[in-house]
């Protein structure tokens, strides 16, 4: 492109994207740039908030393990580096000697992570809730009970449940579904694990604390990266038993990593508020839409179970490309191209809050008029 090129839309979106003014109906946090990176952790640099770690132990790498774990009010938790990492040291450390571990089908686990458990610590995955946000407790109980009265004995050591479910559209499973699960496994002595990367999500939607979705499981993994303003990492947390020793199983896997205190004090950082700031911009967004409803041509619906994941349906006479553009023109980012999705979508995020719905809204009715 020469300098004289009109900016792609590519281009125009980058823009945008790095815009503090702009409303980012994409992914679960605010954008973030290296620049505003850099100047983050000069800032904690300059107030002192940072202290250097130990290959991932101490300094401020424990400030945040000790603050996630008093969050979900578990007695100890583990930075990692992935929450990939994080869900697998969970179910190997749950499984033990048993090597099945029960999840959906539709999970991140089963899906999006190369059978890691088979062919990294010889776990099994056993899938329920095919196509399905979730399953039930009478599918888990009938695996259980597969498990153990078979010709060769094979107990479940673990089960995982991913809430909100990325793959169905960001639903959560249910309350009394988990809940449910939860009490059946504690029956059968079956340890429990949450993948709760977008825990903070779920708990905006439903109106449940994160302390009460967390009392259910042993263990809980957080996201660092998805909303609180982190490159990478995560936080696996749990009883003092379950998480003493597990820098172990970290290091094994190539990840005592050196300096990790600069990402956990960013994370550290965006921890500070953000639940107060989330469930403002949620609920900021239920009355959003409620407004954009009334712009002719133009339909945002929640999906049963949703969390902060949209539709955005639009009448056939509006264009959804230039609809798109305008709204990227007017500061409005949408996610674009769909990818796998089969309608437009928005998520919630706290970029919401930084303009009037009154603005926002006027911007999709002219979007909509002029595409």
């Known amino acids: 492109m020469n300098d004289s090129d009109p900016p792609n839309f590519e281009d125009r979106r980058a823009i945008k994207l790095s815009d503090q003014e702009s409303v980012v109906f994409a992914g679960d946090g605010e954008p973030q740039t290296a620049e505003c990176t850099i100047q983050k952790l000069g800032e904690l640099l300059a107030a002192g908030g940072l202290a250097q770690d130990n290959y991932s132990r101490g300094g401020t790498v424990e400030a945040l393990e000790r603050r996630v774990a008093k969050d979900l009010g578990k007695e100890a938790a583990i930075w990692m580096p992935s929450g990939t990492l994080a869900n697998h040291l969970a179910l190997r450390r749950h499984s033990g000697i048993n090597s099945r571990v029960v999840l959906q089908e539709q999970s991140h686990i089963y899906h999006d992570e190369g059978?890691?458990?088979?062919?990294?610590?010889?776990?099994?995955?056993i899938p329920l809730g095919f196509n399905s946000p979730h399953f039930t407790a009478d599918e888990l109980h009938s695996a259980i009970n597969?498990?153990?009265?078979?010709?060769?004995?094979?107990?479940?050591?673990?089960?995982?449940?991913?809430?909100?479910?990325?793959?169905?559209?960001?639903?959560?499973?249910?309350?009394?579904?988990?809940?449910?699960i939860t009490e059946l496994c504690a029956e059968e002595r079956v340890p429990t694990h949450l993948d709760g990367a977008r825990l903070y999500m779920m708990s905006a939607a439903t109106g449940i604390g994160i302390k009460k979705y967390s009392g259910l499981f042993d263990s809980v993994y957080l996201s660092m990266y998805k909303y609180f303003g982190s490159p990478f990492g995560a936080v696996l947390a749990g009883t003092s038993e379950f998480i003493e020793g597990m820098y172990h199983d970290r290091r094994m896997f190539g990840?005592?990593?050196?300096?990790?205190?600069?990402?956990?004090?960013?994370?550290?950082?965006?921890?500070?508020g953000f639940e107060r700031r989330y469930n403002e911009a949620f609920a900021k967004a239920g009355t959003l839409f409620a407004e954009i409803n009334r712009v002719p041509g133009v339909t945002v619906r929640t999906f049963e179970h949703g969390s902060n994941i949209f539709e955005l349906l639009l009448e056939p006479d509006i264009n959804e490309e230039h609809f798109v553009e305008n709204l990227l023109?007017?500061?409005i980012v949408l996610p674009w191209p769909r990818g796998g999705w089969p309608t437009l979508v928005l998520h919630v995020n706290t970029t919401v809050l930084r303009r009037t719905n009154s603005d926002i809204v006027g911007a999709f009715a002219e979007s909509a008029s002029g595409s």
């Open 255 to 272: 990840s005592g990593l050196s300096s990790a205190y600069l990402i956990a004090g960013l994370s550290l950082d965006g921890i500070d």
């Open 146 to 180: 597969q498990s153990v009265d078979g010709r060769v004995l094979n107990p479940i050591g673990a089960v995982s449940i991913e809430s909100p479910v990325r793959r169905q559209a960001g639903q959560v499973v249910p309350w009394e579904v988990m809940k449910e």
């Open 115 to 125: 059978d890691a458990l088979a062919r990294l610590s010889g776990l099994t995955a």
């Open 329 to 331: 023109d007017a500061g």
